[in-house]
């Protein structure tokens, strides 16, 4: 491959991990795998939370991709691109990581953005917690967040619909 094929692949794989990771949490940690997101949307005090566990999903995604790439692993069937993929999943996980559990749930580190795309990410975030339960909500993906004012519409909207049961100080 050359460097810009390879380059291409970690940008292309990156940007769709977004996409997986939408999908995964609307549909698999809000659907039968909330038994695993559950203590995520709840307050505790502990270090770990059995939400953590999603991370070993996506580290077995990238270690997966890493060996299909790997001579050492796959021989001469090794699949060059399979490399690739596996870091762009990586780096993915690295940013959902620093963003989710560090910039947002403070995890790591104890920053409040107060402006710029930061302060979105944050206020996109904090209203997908607004909501009781796995029922209804907005705001699924990590990285790119919409604009928090149409959020709290959509919200506003599906507790009006019964859609979703919210909790009234998120709101306003």
């Known amino acids: 491959m050359t460097h810009t094929a390879i380059l291409i692949t970690i940008l292309a794989t990156f940007l769709a991990m977004e996409g997986v990771a939408w999908s995964a949490h609307k549909y698999i940690m809000h659907g039968w795998g909330w038994g695993w997101h559950r203590d995520h949307h709840e307050r505790h005090d502990r270090m770990f939370e059995k939400n953590d566990l999603y991370a070993l999903v996506g580290a077995a995604m990238s270690i997966s991709a890493f060996a299909a790439g790997s001579p050492l692993v796959m021989g001469a069937a090794a699949w060059e691109p399979g490399t690739w993929i596996g870091l762009g999943i990586l780096l993915y996980g690295i940013v959902y990581s620093l963003i989710h559990d560090g910039l947002i749930h403070q995890r790591y580190f104890r920053y409040v953005p ?26 699924f993906g990590f990285v790119f967040a919409r604009d928090p004012a149409v959020l709290k519409r959509e919200l506003a909207e599906q507790r009006k619909a019964g859609v979703a049961v919210v909790r009234e100080a998120e709101l306003g």
């Open 114 to 139: 107060k402006h710029g795309y930061a302060k979105r990410l944050v206020q996109a975030h904090k209203l997908h917690h607004a909501t009781v339960g796995k029922e209804g909500g907005v705001s």
